[in-house]
């Protein structure tokens, strides 16, 4: 059973940015590649950044070109800069492996005004 702790998030304005980190327990980031989901309002979690441990990076259309993935220097730790930030990208994002382990953690939130 793993446990994950995403922190970083917090309330800023358009244009700005954030980095947001996780820590994961257990050794599954050394296993599959890594990933950040977030939850938008009333919406579907999605994925929207990977990692892989040969450093290949995937990004959803919505964030390519403002958010980074990348390890910290802990094999257990991923990290997600983001930057020029948008209202549309409000909402509670997490850590996990690509594909998820069963558990979650809290996620952290995001709330990016106008």
Do not use: H
Not at 76 to 95: A, F, H, R, W
């Amino acid at each position: 059973q793993v446990q994950l702790v995403e922190s970083g998030g917090g309330l800023v304005q358009a244009g700005g940015s954030l980095r947001l980190s996780c820590v994961a327990s257990g050794n599954i980031f050394s296993i599959w590649p890594m990933g950040w989901y977030r939850q938008a309002p009333g919406k579907q979690r999605e994925l929207v950044a990977r990692l892989t441990r040969g450093g290949t990076t995937n990004y959803a259309d919505s964030v390519k070109g403002r958010f980074t993935i990348s390890r910290d220097k802990s094999e257990n730790t991923v990290v997600l800069q983001m930057n020029s930030l948008k209202p549309e990208d409000t909402g509670i994002y997490y850590c996990n492996s690509d594909p998820p382990a069963r558990d979650w953690g809290q996620g952290t939130q995001v709330t990016v005004s106008s």
